[in-house]
């Protein structure tokens, strides 16, 4: 298992979900399995998100289509805050 790591600021929590909500990924579609989102305790305007895959390819690939399909949008410009931070980690144990 693979695991896409995001982590990025926010400008609105509510916003942001909305816009994760109406998945413009198409996370289901690109092989994500399972999903968590959490934030951290003294900064409710970052969000913290784990994608699940089944390979490495999948989840290169949607990390892809999010660079140039997602982050750059303008639906998404009033919601972040910054550039996020990504790694894909695989899963040992």
């Known amino acids: 298992m693979f695991t896409l790591q995001i982590e990025h600021g926010i400008k609105d929590f509510d916003m942001w979900k909305a816009a994760f909500d109406r998945d ?3 996370r289901k579609g690109s092989g994500v399995v399972a999903h968590r989102i959490g934030r951290p305790v ?3 305007q970052y969000v913290v998100v784990e994608l699940d895959f089944g390979s490495r390819d999948e989840a290169e690939g949607f990390l892809a289509k999010l660079r140039q399909n ?3 949008s303008p639906d998404m410009v009033p919601v972040l805050a910054g550039s996020p931070e990504t790694r894909i ?3 040992v144990a």
């Open 70 to 72: 997602v982050w750059g």
């Open 24 to 26: 413009p990924a198409d």
């Open 42 to 44: 003294d900064d409710p």
């Open 89 to 91: 980690v695989e899963l």
